[in-house]
RNA sequence: GGAGACGUGGCCGAGUGGUUUAAGGCGCACGCCUGGAAAGCGUGUUGAGCGCAAGUUCUCGCAGGUUCGAAUCCUGUCGUCUCCGCCA
């Protein structure tokens, strides 16, 4: 959620960034309802100021005995006057926060231009793609063929978009978590949290995860949500907390499972594991002094990048576009892998700085030198999805065999250097 | 699942319809005192909205309702705890 009171200084930064992302102006509705809101909460304060003039007084003169009813007339009149412009007020700022709440973040002033991801900068380049001397398999089928990894088993015991995995692939991708995980706590000073996987309403709102993405999200009977993400669970920490400035920063991670129902994303990646319902991914959150997400945001950029260095895995950072920059975020790198039977980088992480929007609308502050309460600054990054990693691992160290080499970093992990038919 | 109890500020805790503008205490901050500290004394201390300001309004888990007036009464809801049952 934005800042009304910059909005109200400058309108013009608001519609600037709309224009970049695409989309429409939206500063002169937002300050006309914020004027009427405005009104009316006078209007409705100066009810309340008589009503508790009279009402005091009512008290005075029970106190002493007296007769107060020649006052009821007047708060006989106030009662309902109340009651019609509180009604209206409730309206008002509906309209008004509807419409604040709807609106994205303020993306920083060096974000590339763009409106998708053709626009996003390259900003980092690790490795070269993998050379072969035969042709690379797909992740699908080198597990298949080992006999490890089977969509036909995922859409049976559950649908499709499910994957089963046995055997060294399913340790593997357990290998693979348990590092990042380690290389989070141990290395980068992160907190392990095993968080709740499911989160009600409240917090799903609160990370922007409702009420736009609700179709993307499964739902249980009892109206709980799966979560989709480590970040919803995570960030809730800081909602309605006002943190001393000595707490911060404040940097959390989890490894959990996520689960997206890809309502919108119907025949897209459909075959394999890179698009699944339900994937394991590490989650980093920080909360962190508003001067200080800058550099945060470069630091945590770099725990992610280290996995895929410490893996051997060719990849690119970019920069993402205002058009493809995603409604919470002032700045975004994403991590892309090189994945060879695709022949291209797709995305494995994303780092995300959001400022103060996300903490303003959960409340996230903490308190200032002057004992001022301030919004916190909120960030946070996959490192990484370790689903998407795992195809990555198979593809870059797939052998001529359909064998599969394992990174040094995991041979302690699989207690093996190979993997191959079970 | 059954039965019951309870939600008040950073914490404890008083408050059962009207100067509650939420007592009192603890903690914390600042000051006095001191060679320095402790103790003691004094002042301050929920959060938020509107306003240039003076000020004003809201906030007693949350949402409704009753009333001229609600922390207080009623309904719903969420949460916590205790006992019983079931259970990894």
Redesign the pocket.
């Given at each position: 959620m934005l800042d009304?009171?910059l909005i109200r200084e400058n309108p013009e930064v608001l519609d600037n960034a709309l224009k970049a992302r695409g989309a429409e102006p939206k500063a002169q509705e937002l300050l006309a309802l914020?004027e009427k809101?405005?009104q009316v909460?006078?209007d409705?304060?100066?009810l309340?100021?008589?009503?508790?003039?009279?009402?005091?007084l009512?008290?005075?003169l029970?106190?002493k005995g007296e007769d107060?009813s020649h006052?009821?007339e007047e708060?006989?009149t106030?009662?309902p006057k109340?009651?019609d412009l509180q009604e209206v007020e409730?309206q008002a700022q509906e309209d008004f926060t509807g419409l604040l709440e709807g609106l994205p973040n303020i993306q920083d002033a060096d974000t590339p231009e763009g409106q998708d991801e053709e626009n996003n900068v390259v900003v980092h380049t690790y490795g070269e793609p993998t050379s072969f001397d035969f042709e690379p398999k797909a992740h699908y089928d080198l597990g298949e063929e080992l006999n490890q990894m089977s969509t036909e088993l995922g859409a049976k015991i559950a649908g499709s978009r499910f994957t089963w995995l046995q055997g060294d692939i399913a340790r593997l991708e357990r290998a693979l978590g348990q590092y990042m995980l380690n290389k989070q706590t141990e290395q980068n000073g992160y907190t392990e949290v095993n968080p709740p996987l499911m989160c009600?309403a409240d917090s799903m709102y609160a990370v922007g995860q409702l009420p736009k993405f609700e179709e993307d999200l499964f739902k249980t009977a009892e109206g709980y949500y799966l979560l989709p993400t480590a970040e919803a669970p995570l960030t809730n920490y800081a909602r309605n907390e006002?943190f001393s400035e000595k707490d911060l920063p404040i940097q959390l991670t989890a490894l959990t499972p996520c689960f997206r129902s890809e309502a919108g994303s119907a025949g897209r990646d459909t075959r394999g594991y890179l698009r699944q319902h339900q994937f394991m991914k590490v989650e980093m959150v920080w909360f962190v002094k508003p001067e200080d997400s800058m550099e945060i945001h470069e630091k945590m950029r770099r725990h992610a990048e280290e996995i895929l260095e410490d893996l051997k895995l060719p990849y690119r950072t970019v920069r993402l576009c205002a058009g493809d920059l995603s409604a919470n975020a002032r700045r975004c790198y994403d991590l892309e892998v090189w994945l060879p039977a695709q022949n291209k980088y797709r995305e494995i992480s994303s780092c995300s700085n959001f400022g103060d929007f996300q903490a303003r609308r959960m409340?996230a502050?903490y308190?200032d030198e002057e004992?001022?309460?301030?919004f916190i600054h909120t960030l946070n990054g996959s490192g990484l999805a370790v689903g998407r990693t795992l195809i990555a691992v198979m593809e870059n160290y797939q052998q001529a065999d359909g064998s599969i080499k394992v990174p040094e970093v995991l041979i302690p992990y699989m207690g093996k250097d190979i993997i191959k038919a079970s």
């Open positions: 009304i009171k914020d809101r405005r909460m006078t409705l304060q100066e309340q100021q008589r009503r508790n003039e009279i009402s005091s009512v008290g005075s029970k106190a107060a006052l009821f708060m006989k106030i009662g109340m009651k409730r009600n006002i409340k502050r308190r004992r001022n309460t301030q």
